[in-house]
């Protein structure tokens, strides 16, 4: 027979608990250690046995609490720790930093205007292999202190210089991406829309040697020579409608700026790119500005191979370029894979090995 009580019949109250609690702690100080683990493992964060390896923690947000100097002084820092503390070989680090920082800077344009673009910076500094690490917030508070003014090679040049002497490195480099825009006009109906440009400026020292370096995506279109023969025998010699095809193509424009030249304004460089291939996708279309861009493309059929040696070409004949590499990728329609150049000229850009994802990076979607 079951024999019910009122304590078995009813909710236990907080009073209860915490006489059930003085009850364990009365019987946990005279028992020993190991009984006590043995009924469970966190009784002794209950009964205070092992309080130093169970410390009683504030467990709210200190809003008012002040970092005084000898605070802050105290606190821990493993990257700027001893050697002892590098884990793996203890090698030079080429690059370290950080990448996708972002902010608002403001830029110059050809006509005198300015410009402020969202802004992807990446920054890195070289590491000695006897040192632990960098303090990567170092780099974003130097970018910050510059970010307020109309930016320029020489504002970045600033900008490095500042977290070089920070961090006590003795190569960096800055690298800042961002979509620039241009007004184009239509090719026949007095249309005009905005062209964006992927843009990276890069300023790279290494040994002691600065260089300003341009990074441009440009995008056209690009008519196969041989679709466009093939399609014009089948009209003259059968009478069989044919088209060539002809596919979305980007070239990525890398130039070394040649120091103490005029400026290479970014429209510049994207008018130089416009010459060399003039089949640049458009913006604003109506009927008569795709007919024309039909003919364009007629008049101006290449090979990947033409497009490389046509930028190349235009990139030689300007005296405020130095080094250069232009890649090049034709999305093809008729084919399943793509058509890829690398032209480089000079040792900037000169490279045994290619990023693997190199060309994947050149895809640009509507």
Request: glycine residues 6%.
């Amino acid at each position: 027979m079951n024999i019910h009580t009122p304590m078995q019949d009813r909710e236990p109250t907080r009073e209860d608990a915490a006489e059930a609690l003085a009850l364990l702690r009365r019987w946990a100080r005279q028992s020993g250690a190991q009984e006590v683990d043995t009924l469970h493992p966190g009784i002794g964060a209950l009964t205070g046995r092992n309080a130093g390896a169970y410390p009683d923690l504030a467990r709210d947000y200190p809003s008012d609490f002040q970092v005084t100097p000898a605070y802050k002084a105290a606190l821990p820092d493993l990257q700027n720790g001893p050697a002892s503390l590098i884990r793996g070989a203890r090698q030079q680090i080429q690059h370290v930093g950080i990448s996708n920082f972002r902010l608002p800077i403001r830029f110059h344009t050809r006509d005198n205007g300015d410009l402020t673009l969202e802004t992807s910076v990446t920054g890195t500094v070289s590491l000695e292999a006897e040192k632990k690490g960098i303090n990567m917030s170092r780099i974003m508070r130097t970018f910050y202190r510059h970010a307020e003014e109309t930016f320029s090679f020489e504002v970045i040049e600033a900008a490095l210089d500042a977290y070089k002497t920070d961090l006590d490195s003795f190569d960096a480099r800055i690298q800042m991406r961002f979509s620039f825009p241009v007004k184009v006009d239509s090719l026949r109906s007095g249309l005009s829309g905005y062209q964006y440009y992927d843009i990276a400026l890069e300023l790279v020292e290494q040994d002691g040697v600065r260089k300003k370096i341009v990074h441009l995506d440009f995008v056209y279109s690009s008519t196969c020579p041989c679709s466009l023969e093939l399609s014009e025998h089948a009209r003259r010699e059968r009478g069989q409608l044919a088209t060539p095809h002809s596919q979305r193509s980007v070239a990525r424009v890398s130039v070394e700026l040649a120091e103490d030249a005029p400026c290479l304004w970014f429209e510049d460089l994207i008018d130089l790119c416009r010459r060399a291939v003039p089949t640049e996708t458009q913006v604003m279309v109506k009927r008569e500005d795709e007919q024309a861009f039909a003919e364009l493309n007629a008049a101006n059929p290449i090979f990947v191979e033409d497009a490389a040696r046509l930028f190349c070409a235009e990139l030689l004949g300007d005296a405020r370029v130095g080094d250069f590499r232009v890649v090049a990728s034709h999305q093809e329609s008729l084919h399943s894979h793509d058509a890829v150049s690398v032209l480089t000229e000079g040792p900037t850009f000169a490279a045994e090995s290619l990023d693997p994802r190199l060309f994947n990076s050149l895809y640009h979607v509507g």
